[in-house]
Nanobody, 124 residues
């Protein structure tokens, strides 16, 4: 059974930092691409960042580029999202998502495994 378990969310002031973790089990980790998706109240889900575990290619959405960094620890089957210079508009539930294959995709429907999410709240 594939499981993605997020952690690291919380409440932080604007300008602060958080690091989210996604621990994956039930998959051959480096056969997958893993990403982060967020959903703010009343808004549609949006892709934030994607990582090809096998070749390390990383991609970011425009709103977070330059502030967020995605990385992985293959020994721990874990993907991280380091979030710096947080803004109130980053407030959302953040979900870890995974799809088989080394190629990432910005299309959320291409990710067939989703975690339960972790809440990030940025106060102004």
């Amino acid at each position: 059974e594939v499981q993605l378990v997020e952690s690291g969310g919380g409440l932080v002031q604007a300008g602060g930092s958080l690091r989210l973790s996604c621990a994956a089990s039930g998959i051959t980790f480096d056969d997958y691409s893993i990403g982060w998706v967020r959903q703010a109240p009343g808004k549609e889900r949006e892709g934030v960042s994607w990582l090809s575990i096998s070749d390390g290619s990383a991609y970011y959405s425009v709103p977070v580029k330059g502030r967020f960094t995605i990385s992985s620890d293959i020994a721990k089957n874990t993907v991280y999202l380091q979030m710096n210079s947080l803004k109130p508009e980053d407030t959302a539930a953040y979900y870890c998502v995974a799809r088989w294959g080394r190629f990432t995709s910005p299309n959320l429907h291409d990710y067939n495994y989703w975690g339960q999410g972790t809440q990030v709240t940025v106060s102004s």
